[in-house]
């Protein structure tokens, strides 16, 4: 294996984790590879750190162009998901701190504060590291750290560490909206359960947050019916009617609701549990953000 293949898993994880997408991810790695290949690693005294550099100041050039177009986004935007099946092979480097509720958090922070962050909660760089990397010295990338960690600290959603739990209730949740349960559905809802939609103006979906569980237990009995999602597939032309299913698939090291149509995954949503009750609902319909997952 050659010294940048065996260091790829752990730079697609800096990189997603500074962006949130999975396909700017894999394009900074593939230029971090084509810088790699003009080097004479003879001259390279840590070609793991010496990646990392490379990767992570090309991934904090790439989320600021990023953040531009994100202010022209339609309706709310939300990090790519990301497959953490065990069977994926990078999921040693991607399944920690890829928390959907954390990354959404992320996203508040500036590209500089966002990748301090990243690699000194993530990989525990020292800050002397940090700073070479980001431009700054070494005080300053740990005033950068702090800014980031009280922020994230203050905005960052809790929730139940029981997994086995936490199944359960996406299982609940799944067979609740696609009975069109109603009742089911604001049984698992915590009063004032927020839900985040992500269509990205390509799918349907709130263009707003919705607030409270009897507008969003309406919404999602709405829409997640067979019926009502192969009346909605057609009408957008994303898919037919043929082989519509619904399974639980490991994203972002949590469990998640997955929506398939002819092959393909239509939409996703992913639950933060709180107290034995939902408080948030991350639903992502944008078929550029679910193009790389396989259905359930």
Do not use: C
Request: aromatic content about 6%.
């Amino acid at each position: 294996m050659s010294t940048f293949e065996e260091h790829r898993a752990l730079l697609l994880g800096v990189a997603y984790r500074i962006l949130g997408t999975v396909a700017d991810a894999e394009d900074v790695v593939q230029e971090a590879w084509l810088r790699w290949s003009g080097v004479d690693e003879a001259t390279v005294a840590d070609p793991k750190a010496y990646l990392i550099r490379v990767t992570s100041r090309l991934a904090i050039d790439r989320l600021r162009w990023a953040k531009s177009r994100r202010e022209a986004y339609v309706g709310p935007w939300l990090p790519e998901p990301l497959s953490t099946e065990p069977d994926v092979a990078e999921r040693a480097e991607l399944a920690d701190t890829v928390e959907l509720a954390l990354l959404v958090v992320l996203e508040t922070l500036s590209p500089l504060e966002r990748a301090v962050f990243v690699l000194r909660e993530a990989f525990d760089l020292p800050f002397a590291e940090i700073g070479e990397i980001v431009g700054r010295s070494e005080a300053a990338a740990r005033q950068l750290a702090r800014r980031a960690r009280d922020h994230v600290r203050d905005r960052r959603p809790r929730f139940d560490v029981d997994r086995a739990e936490r199944r359960r209730i996406t299982e609940r949740f799944a067979e609740a909206a696609m009975k069109g349960d109603l009742d089911g559905l604001i049984e698992l809802l915590s009063a004032e359960v927020e839900l985040v939609s992500d269509g990205g103006g390509k799918a349907r979906a709130p263009l707003r947050v919705l607030t409270g569980a009897a507008d969003v237990s309406r919404f999602l009995t709405s829409i997640a019916t067979p019926a009502n999602i192969a009346k909605f597939l057609v009408s957008v032309g994303q898919a037919g009617t043929a082989g519509l299913s619904v399974g639980l698939a490991e994203l972002n090291n949590a469990p998640a609701m997955v929506i398939s149509a002819e092959g393909r995954v239509v939409s996703v949503a992913s639950l933060l549990v709180a107290d034995g009750r939902i408080q948030a609902v991350y639903l992502m319909a944008n078929p550029d953000k679910l193009a790389r997952l396989t259905p359930a």
